[in-house]
């Protein structure tokens, strides 16, 4: 899960609504006992990973250590929960997630985030490349351009992965679990 509060306040209409349906699924997956792993994309001062010619993007945003970089406190991490820092768009490039993944056996990853045509897309084609089977959560999802987002979860996705809404999700995984 990748969810800033600055991209969002930024980039994401309707945000709320977003965020609350992110947070009945973390909320439901800890009660399935479902590991949370957030991945979220911070700088570090100066932008030292940032071409040149892309700085303008990022000026003053996402600096690790500032509030913009901060998980909402709505999905807030809690402790067990791991927070994996990227420094690029895609999860994996940049990070340990692999690595942590693997190491917790974990197989299958549901992904929510913003922003779709963004990180989500980078998330969804990179674990798909390398075998992790995929869940994504249309609407714990968001991109500032609704017809990107329409297009990614009614036409991409579905060739790589599993995706449902929020309350299927947690039907689903109520129903798996016994957690009804």
Sequence with gaps: MSNSGEILSTFVPGQEAVVERAASVVRGARRAGIPIIYVVVRFREGYPEVLPELLHRFSGRLLEGTPGADIHPAVAPLPGDVVVTKRRTGPFSTTDLEAVLRAKGITTLVVMGVITGGCVLST???????????????????????DVHRVLVEKVFPRQATVMTAQDFLEFIAEASGTR
């Design 124 to 146: 969804v084609r990179w674990a798909a490349d390398v075998d992790y089977r995929l869940i994504v959560v249309s609407d714990g999802c968001a991109d500032p351009d609704p």
